[in-house]
Structures are given as structure tokens and as C-alpha cells.
């Protein structure tokens, strides 16, 4: 995922990845926030001087900071600390079987 001008950035749906419960969460929470999230099939080149976003179940949210041979990227800290927070909120434990 990916951030330009406020608006929050995932590949299209037609994109060949796997499933992300981790996306559907930010997406819940991008809609609640108000934030906009849109989709949008971009080349990598597309992504530089973009806050570009690690997701998966594991880790929740990462920033990426470096890309080998890609394009420089932003960080901006406070915001990924703000999203991370609130993902990490919504973790529950697993019920025993």
C-alpha cells in the first residue's frame, strides 16, 4: 500500500496476489478515519518520493524505507506510527481449541 497527496493506495483487485486480511483491516479503518483509499495498478518507478507501505498478518504494518535498484522513497514516521497503533489495536487473541 501506498500513500500520494492523503489518499491511501492498494493494487486493484484484478492485481495477482494473495487474499490480504491485513488490506481488508486498513481499508475498514481508512473508511472509518474518513481517509481516502483508492486502487491503482502503478509501476514501481510510479512510487518514488511515495511512504510506501510492508503489509501482512504477521507484522501488521511496515514502512518501507529502501528499495534495491527502485526509486527513493518518503518516510513519514508519525503517520505509520498512527496507523500501526490503531491495526495492533484491533489484534484479539486466538480462542483455545
Known sequence: MW???GTLFSP???AVRVDSVTAR???EMAAEKG???STEAIEPASLSG???WAINALHGI???TAWIDGPKL???PELTTEWRTAYEL???PLARG
Open 62 to 64: 511496515r514502512e518501507v
Open 12 to 14: 486493484p483487485p484484478e
Open 90 to 92: 484491533r489484534r484479539a
Open 50 to 52: 511515495r511512504t510506501v
Open 35 to 37: 481517509n481516502p483509499l
Open 3 to 5: 500513500w500520494r497527496d
Open 25 to 27: 483491516v486498513i481499508a
Open 74 to 76: 518518503a518516510q513519514i
